[in-house]
């Protein structure tokens, strides 16, 4: 593991988010693990006390409230179960990380999102502002989703990738999930006795991502390795390094920086704010295939031409977020489409010089400008 980055030392990284899943927060019973809850927040206000922001995105919720509702299957049985069990398990969840916070003298405040609200640039912004608030006033903010009215539209799906979307809207240095295993092995540690961990990841590539599992181990929650692999390439693109370290042990973070185990994914170039929010999205409305030129184009930072499309999928309007795709498959990068998706399947593989032609009139001579382009 990078030597300076172990810990994510309050002295480096100034603002710091802090994810912490179902299984650890509540017990299979459907209580909260509050012992252990309560040396996790002593971990928080000592770094607190060192200068370092915290924002803490907690699961928790359903599975409280199914314990006090009596739902079956942990309150995931239907969608309108998980919904009931959010709304009443929210109240509780609030409640033990405001008091417990405040035994040692910090003021918590709740924040619930949806996906829309991330997703939208102008909720975006909002969240943002927030969030940039609140940690200006000394509080520390708890997130997590707002499961009573998301649907399954509309999810993030797991708390791994809101970790690191808040994690963008906050300008955090860097992201931690607190997990069932200590960081990213090679193959499953449950399963596999070979495997090994991986410290220090430079580079997402596919023999990285092929290491995911995605199964939740505990039945609990909704993410696993995968979400967290999808999580640390939305951190990571947005500047900010992410850590897998093991949430089993009292004080976890204390545990980490006194030489625990753990695995930090590396952050990259910041792409600047309206850049890594792009390619931080969840959501797109199209596809557009490119050519081997065009893709090497865009590389150098070009504007995606009208000639270099191969092929156009899905519908959307102009201003819709596109994924602009390899032949191999490969997404390469995400952008603002500037003509809805029947004009550009008529210029798909055309010369900008005859889009007048084709479609009545000369309105762009691009399908995506490089300043409303991010590479991923």
Known sequence: ??????????????????????????????????????????????????GQQ?????????????????????????????QAAAATGQIALSQCWASLLDERGITA??????????????????????????MALNVVPVVNENDSVATAEIRFGDNDRLA????????????????????????????????????????IDARIAAMADGGSASGMGSGGM?????????????????AIISGKVDAPLSHW??????????????????????????????????DAGAEAALSKGNSLLPAGVANVEGVFARGDVVDIVAQDGRVIARGLIEYDSDAAAKIAGRRSEDIAALLGEMQRSVLVHRDHMAMV
């Open 1 to 50: 593991m990078t030597p300076s980055l172990s810990g994510f030392p309050p002295a480096l990284i100034r603002r710091l988010v802090i994810k912490i899943g179902s299984a650890l927060l509540v017990d299979p019973a459907g209580n909260v693990r509050i012992d252990w809850l309560r040396t996790l927040v002593a971990d928080v206000a000592a770094r607190t006390q060192a």
């Open 54 to 82: 915290i924002i803490i995105v907690s699961s928790g919720a359903i599975a409280l409230g199914a314990r006090r509702l009596k739902l079956p299957k942990g309150g995931r049985g239907s969608l309108e179960d998980a």
């Open 109 to 134: 405040a709740q924040m619930l999102v949806t996906l829309d609200d991330l997703e939208n640039r102008r909720r975006y912004l909002n969240a943002s502002a927030t969030l940039e608030r609140l």
């Open 164 to 203: 690191a979307r808040i994690g963008q809207a906050a300008r955090a240095d860097a992201v931690v999930l607190l997990s069932d295993v200590d960081g990213l092995y090679t193959a499953n540690p449950h399963v596999d006795a070979s495997a090994m961990l991986i410290e220090t990841i430079d580079r």
């Open 226 to 242: 995968t979400s967290k692999i999808e999580a640390a390439r939305i951190a990571t693109g947005a500047g900010a390094h992410l």
């Open 257 to 290: 920086t006194q030489g625990g185990k753990g695995s930090i994914f590396l952050a990259a170039q910041g792409k600047g704010a309206r850049k890594g929010w792009l390619a931080g999205r969840l959501t797109v409305r199209g596809r557009i295939i490119v």
